[in-house]
């Protein structure tokens, strides 16, 4: 059974900063792009960034406060938020888009993220 597990969240203040990791079990000749994704009460799970073998992308609210990075080896990525807002308040989950699919089809378990004072 493949398994993608995340840890990282918590309660900050705003203004602080917070590291999220997912680590998949897939192998990794199968995956094509990792992301995180994140859902606040009331609304859709929207992307917060992706990454594939070349590149980078992020949502224009979270550009140049949060970075994604991926650790191959490791089969696992990373999100780096600072300067985090309330707004930022949400489950953050790790998505997975396989070589053969044409959207994101394997999720984590989420772990909740927290901004306030």
Do not use: H
């Not at 990525?77 to 949400?90: G, N, V, W």
């Amino acid at each position: 059974q493949v398994q993608r597990v995340e840890s990282g969240g918590g309660l900050v203040q705003p203004g602080g900063s917070l590291r999220l990791s997912c680590a998949a079990s897939e192998n990794i000749l199968n995956i094509y792009a990792m992301g995180w994704f994140r859902q606040a009460p009331g609304k859709q799970r929207e992307l917060v960034a992706d990454i594939t073998t070349g590149s980078t992308n992020y949502a224009d609210s979270v550009k140049g406060r949060f970075t994604i990075s991926r650790d191959n080896a490791k089969n696992t990525i990373y999100l780096q938020m600072s300067s985090l807002k309330p707004e930022d308040t949400a489950v953050y989950y790790c998505g997975i888009r396989r070589i053969w699919s044409s959207e994101y089809d394997l999720w984590g378990q989420g772990t909740q993220v927290t901004v306030s004072s």
